[in-house]
């Protein structure tokens, strides 16, 4: 499946099956916020073949906010309250806002998937997973979050932070629905 853009920039793996839910009934979207784009061909071709088998098992959407590049103090402030508010304008009202921190709170694969399907049993409709850029997730956007996860204690560049988070996200759905790939 290819991932269709739409005119803000954002690519929608569009449901084959607009059934598709996680286990209990609930149609669930899981939005994948990235602050600044994927520059590396190789990290965006293994994004989008994560996506596409997410895709498989509930709908999800990788969503781009531009990033700003600055140096001083002064305009990294500013770059910063720019970016959060292209995050937040991005985000549902509703949705289970979760930033990806260092400081947040280390899952393994088998508390990632307790975690996602206690959302669907909550009813949740949109859970939006924010990986910052190069000057990290702003305080504007964490203060938002309902959540904060960490994917370990080691600091990691945002592009590979992106795929361990989409790679995670699909053995936690295979664990979901009892699916062979996290054996």
């Known amino acids: 499946m290819r991932a269709k853009k739409n005119a803000e920039g954002s690519s929608f793996f569009a449901?084959?099956?607009s059934d598709r839910m996680l286990v209990s009934g609930v149609r669930v979207k899981v939005?994948?916020?990235w602050i600044g784009g994927t520059r590396q061909r190789q990290f965006k071709t293994?994004?989008?073949m994560y996506l596409e088998r997410i895709d498989r098992l509930i709908l999800c959407q990788r969503t781009v906010v531009a990033e700003e590049r600055k140096s001083?103090?002064?305009q990294v402030a500013s770059g910063m309250a720019k970016e959060a508010r292209r995050v937040l304008a991005r985000v549902n009202s509703g949705s289970h806002l979760i930033c990806l921190d260092h400081r947040g709170k280390g899952l393994d694969s088998r508390d990632l998937a307790n975690r996602l399907r206690k959302l669907e049993d909550l009813a949740t409709r949109e859970v939006a997973l924010v990986v910052g850029g190069f000057m990290g997730i702003p305080s504007e956007v964490q203060a938002q979050a309902r959540e904060s996860w960490?994917?370990?204690p080691m600091t990691l560049p945002h592009e590979l932070a992106r795929l361990v988070l989409l790679e995670q996200t699909y053995r936690a759905l295979t664990l979901i629905r009892g699916l062979p790939y996290h054996r």
């Open 150 to 152: 960490s994917l370990g």
């Open 72 to 74: 001083d103090a002064r």
């Open 46 to 48: 293994l994004e989008d």
């Open 15 to 17: 449901p084959a099956n």
């Open 31 to 33: 939005l994948f916020l």
